[in-house]
């Protein structure tokens, strides 16, 4: 079935070789582009349970690539191909060229076959035998007429023919220049799957990376824990620590304080005798 934009118009004087491997290539694409889109939601985790099938990112059916036929695409752009033809220059598709054939052929054998029966069979009376002949002459004079049908359609068409071979010369370069371009998308396809390739590679690298990363992260993450808890059972440690020096610090402090008050009394008392002594040294002084 051809697509609904129609293309410009063009004659197609390719090989069937040549027009086969270009139908291939443009099929090994198709596949090509149909697998990444697959590759896509299935990464992306767009499974529709109720049709059992990954979705792409507009909400369609995600085809899987390794249930394509590549034959069967194949077959699709020449069908497509063979329809332009058909609408542009009249070229026969090759399903009306088999269809064609198909009806000459049963023409042919019906022919033949009431020519064996007016040639075997035997008339019972002459009246039959006259009308049979007037038959065979009608077909014969019908025949005849559609011979020379023939012959001036195959005029037509040998004149048509040489129309086209004329158009043909002149697209002769173009088609040289869509057989360059072909060649050059052949290579920059191969260059494609190539880098593709390393794509992929770099991808399995990258995801082994992650990997390792996520597991050492998560070791480096138990040792700092570990090294929180040892951090958090310092910090009581030192916290009991300075409560017990607090407390240490007022024990002396309240020791000093004692001290300090009992070497105070005891000053007071020693100036208490000190002036007591030096009044009854003044009046021993004045008796003598």
């Known amino acids: 079935m051809a697509n609904n934009d129609e293309p410009i118009p063009w004659k197609d004087d390719r090989t069937e070789e040549q027009k086969y491997n270009y139908r291939?290539?443009?099929?090994?694409?198709?596949?090509?582009?149909?697998?990444?889109?697959?590759?896509?939601?299935?990464?992306?985790?767009?499974?529709?349970?109720?049709r059992e099938c990954y979705l792409d990112e507009y909400g369609n059916i995600a085809i899987d690539d390794k249930t394509l036929d590549i034959e069967a695409i194949i077959k699709e752009y020449k069908e497509d191909d063979e329809y332009w033809q058909h609408k542009w220059w009249g070229t026969p598709t090759e399903k009306m060229i088999e269809e064609e054939k198909e009806r000459k052929e049963k023409e042919e054998k019906e022919r033949k076959e009431e020519e064996e029966k007016k040639m075997n069979g035997k008339c019972s009376n002459c009246e039959k035998s006259e009308t049979d002949n007037v038959k065979f002459l009608k077909d014969m004079e019908s025949l005849t007429l559609e011979n020379k049908t023939l012959k001036i359609e195959k005029k037509a068409d040998d004149e048509q023919i040489l129309e086209l071979c004329l158009i043909c010369e002149k697209l002769k370069s173009e088609n040289d220049k869509l057989l360059k371009n072909i060649e050059s998308l052949s290579l920059e396809n191969k260059n494609f799957k190539k880098l593709e390739s390393d794509f992929k590679s770099r991808i399995k690298i990258l995801e082994n990376e992650r990997d390792i990363f996520g597991k050492n992260n998560l070791e480096k993450q138990s040792e700092i824990n570990s090294h929180l808890d040892k951090i958090i059972q310092l910090e009581h440690e030192a916290e009991d620590a300075r409560k017990k020096i607090v407390e240490f610090e007022n024990k002396i402090l309240k020791e000093k304080e004692k001290d300090f008050e009992s070497k105070r009394k005891s000053s007071e008392n020693e100036d208490f005798w000190i002036k007591l002594e030096n009044k009854n040294l003044k009046e021993n002084e004045i008796q003598f």
């Open 24 to 50: 291939k290539m443009l099929a090994e694409y198709k596949i090509i582009r149909i697998s990444r889109i697959f590759l896509e939601a299935r990464r992306a985790g767009r499974w529709d349970p109720k």
